[in-house]
């Protein structure tokens, strides 16, 4: 089955860590550049990193530098995010998405929808409480 699964999100404090991991099946992760794109509950959605199949160069939302870092593994087949000092307004859905066109530095403020991606996974809740 051709898919992107997420995981690794939960619960966690104010300043604290979580990895993400997007693993892809069916297909070669390498092959596309890979984002992650979150939606918190009544926003619109946010494009957060990507990281670029052409050069691998990564990419970071204002928001978010200095506190998030994406990475590939392609033996693994799998994107991951690193989130440090993790802030309540960091709460939300984590979705990534794989793509060879759609994403670009424009783009990041306003990500496509869903159905325009290659592939899109069904996402992980990050939630940041304490």
């Known amino acids: 089955q051709v898919q992107l699964v997420e995981s690794g999100g939960g619960l966690v404090q104010p300043g604290g860590s979580l990895r993400l991991s997007c693993a892809g099946s069916?297909?070669?992760?390498?092959?596309?550049?890979i984002g992650w794109i979150r939606q918190a509950p009544g926003k619109e959605r946010e494009g957060v990193a990507y990281i670029s199949r052409t050069d691998g160069s990564t990419h970071y939302a204002d928001s978010v530098k200095g506190r998030i870092t994406i990475s590939r593994d392609n033996a693994k087949n799998t994107v991951y995010l690193r989130m440090n000092n993790l802030k309540t307004e960091d709460t939300a859905v984590y979705h990534c998405?794989?793509?060879?066109?759609?994403?670009?530095?424009?783009?990041?403020?306003?990500?496509?929808?869903?159905?325009?991606?290659?592939?899109w996974g069904q996402g992980t809740q990050v939630t940041v409480s304490s």
């Open positions: 069916g297909f070669t992760l390498d092959d596309y550049t």
């Open positions: 998405a794989a793509d060879r066109w759609l994403f670009s530095e424009a783009q990041m403020a306003y990500p496509a929808p869903p159905n325009e991606y290659d592939y």
